[in-house]
Nanobody
Framework: QVLLVESGGGLVQAGGSLGVSCAAS????????MGWFRQAPGKEREFVAAINWSGSQTFYLDSMKGRFTISRDKARNTVYLKMNSLKPEDAAVYYC???????????????WGQGTQVTVSS
């Protein structure tokens, strides 16, 4: 069992930056890929970014490339998502998730956090 707890969401103005983090506990080891997904009201959940267990490989949704950065601190069992140049359409509940490999496919993720709200004002 892996427990994931997100933190760091909040309100930011369009064009601003915000970071969210996800602390993992339980049977994590370091052999877990991590991903970030988001879901806005009335929309389906979508992939945002993912990172493999070593941190050597990352994936991003095209619209996030250059604006979002995923990273991880294996010693702290924590994964981060730094979001720059935020747009109102980035507003959503952001979820972190854990999978054997950090790839962009939601059905590969077995463990999910409770989510953290990101609000972007225009």
């Amino acid at each position: 069992q892996v427990l994931l707890v997100e933190s760091g969401g909040g309100l930011v103005q369009a064009g601003g930056s915000l970071g969210v983090s996800c602390a993992a506990s339980g049977r994590t080891g370091t052999y877990y890929g991590m991903g970030w997904f988001r879901q806005a009201p009335g929309k389906e959940r979508e992939f945002v970014a993912a990172i493999n267990w070593s941190g050597s490989q990352t994936f991003y949704l095209d619209s996030m490339k250059g604006r979002f950065t995923i990273s991880r601190d294996k010693a702290r069992n924590t994964v981060y998502l730094k979001m720059n140049s935020l747009k109102p359409e980035d507003a959503a509940v952001y979820y972190c998730a854990a999978a054997p490999r950090g790839r962009p496919y939601a059905d590969e993720y077995s463990y999910w956090g409770q989510g953290t709200q990101v609000t972007v004002s225009s």
